[in-house]
């Protein structure tokens, strides 16, 4: 069955090479009126959260919004299967760094740097292109496919072009066999941590939020530099990003002052344009006192259990 998935899937990318980018906008407003009218895709979810996120709006201004996140989710649907078959200037012209020379500096130095992403705009594309308008080596952490055919196509498709997959579960021996060389490790760092009870929490878009911990660990362990990478869409089907430096240093600073920098900067771009993030993500399941009681008797059973 994985076998037929992955030629389904290399058709599918076969056949988009062939449509030109109006025609795709086309079949995404298609889908645009399948996910929002006909199938209501996550609707509650994500109307729920956008309540939540500006309670002063009118539900009239939150439904223009949600409206507006699910074209953004539909052309970045169609946008990153046809970002397969684009070739490389096409692509670097469809997705620019405004200041990619903000990080030679580093590589100067032969330093690594950490640039945390979310999922804002089309972040797909940065996997494909960013590697090619930097200097530093590029790893980009993700969480692997259950495919092994098409996940084994997609990690040899980056690396073509410079982006080296690395799997989520290898963050740790990565920067550990990467610490020598000047490496650019891409981590987005929006998504619900997997481990909530050592999450970070911080007051986000109105709501109690877990945040991970990861980039920031990584940061200070190795005294690495941390950037943002904001994604901006120009108009259908082209972006820029512009870097933003959020610390030079790291290995000094308070704990979760990285990441409530990065969350900071995160909440203002979303509040700018904020039909742009990804709101059909479940990301506030949990709230800080039932993590922190989970906490609790989790400390009590080890301390049991010591005794």
């Not at 995404?28 to 929002?36: G, M, N, P, Q």
Request: with cysteine.
């Amino acid at each position: 069955m994985q076998l037929i998935g992955y030629y389904l899937f290399r058709l599918t990318v076969l056949i988009f090479k062939t449509i030109p980018f109006p025609v795709l906008y086309f079949f995404s407003d298609l889908i645009f009126v399948v996910f929002y009218y006909l199938t209501g895709y996550r609707k509650k979810v994500v109307l729920g959260n956008l309540k939540k996120s500006f309670p002063n709006l009118s539900n009239k201004e939150i439904k223009k919004i949600s409206k507006q996140s699910y074209k953004n989710l539909s052309d970045i649907t169609l946008e990153s299967l046809k970002g397969f078959s684009l070739s490389k200037n096409e692509l670097v012209k469809r997705y620019k760094v405004l200041n990619a020379e903000v990080l030679d500096k580093y590589y100067k130095k032969g330093k690594s740097v950490i640039a945390v992403g979310s999922h804002y705009a089309n972040w797909e594309w940065g996997v494909l292109c960013l590697s090619l308008q930097f200097k530093h080596s590029s790893i980009g952490f993700y969480k692997p496919i259950t495919n092994k055919y098409i996940d084994s196509y997609i990690r040899k498709s980056r690396a073509a072009w410079g982006m080296n997959l690395a799997s989520i579960k290898r963050t740790n021996q990565v920067f550990e066999e990467n610490k020598e060389k000047a490496s650019l490790y891409f981590m987005v760092a929006d998504q619900s941590p997997s481990n909530i009870v050592s999450a970070y929490w911080f007051d986000f878009l109105n709501q109690d939020t877990a945040c991970l911990h990861g980039p920031e660990n990584y940061a200070k362990q190795y005294n690495l530099p941390v950037i943002y990478a904001k994604v901006k869409r120009e108009k259908r089907g082209f972006y820029t990003v512009e870097i933003i430096e959020l610390f030079e240093n790291s290995a000094n600073k308070e704990d979760s002052e990285i990441t409530r920098k990065f969350m900071g900067v995160l909440e203002k771009i979303i509040k700018e344009n904020p039909s742009d993030w990804l709101w059909t993500h479940k990301r506030w399941k949990k709230n800080r006192s039932e993590i922190e009681a989970q906490r609790q008797r989790q400390l009590a059973k080890k301390q049991s259990v010591n005794q």
